[in-house]
């Protein structure tokens, strides 16, 4: 149980251009998801939290209207990061959680995104 | 001073030794204690919760010590496959996880 899949897993894009990221909870309801970003040999530093239906709440220092969350249904949500540049590139990481063991989250298997 | 510590290493340890590794949290509110491994690029796994006293699964140990505001991980008769990065994570009631930056482990042979 309590698989999370993401998808794509690697993107190759140019600058300018947006990126959608999905994350999905397999075999459980996700009332919550997380989206994370790792650079190289760091820590994963959280980026958002979002809950179905409703709007997502960011961290400190991370643009919104940069890193568009939608959590559409409690088994989907997605990334979209608009207007990528290099310093994008990154390793983003989305873990869900549900309503049982709501401390625990599941970790999807990670994008890889390289910016042009 | 990060929310949750952890000293990098690499802990260079010959199979079958026992190894400990600690992480200290900053927030005294944090309620609920996890160790995640994470294979390089791969995504972070769940290994252990470490809700109250600590608990034990096989070989692993985990403890967490309020009082001093750390947990730890012992892991003994260490195998080749245990080699990868060990993260300790802290959270409070929004759900949300503070993760510490990682414990590399390589075991040799």
């Known amino acids: 149980g309590a698989v999370v899949s993401q998808h794509p897993s690697r993107v190759i894009c140019k600058s300018g251009t947006s990126v959608k990221i999905e994350c999905r909870s397999l075999?459980?309801?996700?009332?919550?998801m997380f989206w994370y970003r790792q650079f190289p040999k760091k820590s994963l530093m959280l980026m958002a939290t979002s809950n179905e239906g409703s709007k997502a709440t960011y961290e400190q220092g991370v643009e919104k209207d940069k890193f568009l969350i939608n959590h559409a249904s409690l088994t989907l949500s997605t990334l979209t990061v608009t207007s990528a540049h290099p310093e994008d590139s990154s390793f983003y990481i989305c873990s869900a959680s549900g309503t049982e063991r709501a401390y625990e989250q599941y970790f999807g298997p990670g994008t890889r995104l390289t910016v042009t | 001073r990060k929310e949750v510590e952890q000293d990098p290493g690499p802990f260079n340890v010959p199979e079958g030794a026992t190894v400990a590794f600690n992480c200290t949290y900053s927030?005294?509110?944090?309620?609920?204690f996890f160790w995640y491994r994470q294979d390089c690029r791969k995504e972070p796994k769940l290994l252990m919760s470490?809700?109250?006293s600590g608990n034990e699964d096989g070989r692993f140990t985990a403890q967490l010590n309020r009082a001093s505001q750390y947990i730890s991980l012992l892991i003994r008769d260490s195998k080749l496959s245990d080699s990868a990065t060990y993260l300790c994570?802290?959270?409070?009631?929004?759900?949300?996880?503070?993760f510490g930056q990682g414990t590399t482990l390589q075991v040799k042979p």
């Open positions: 075999d459980f309801q996700a009332t919550t």
């Open positions: 470490v809700y109250s």
């Open positions: 927030n005294s509110a944090s309620q609920s």
């Open positions: 994570a802290g959270g409070g009631n929004t759900g949300k996880l503070i």
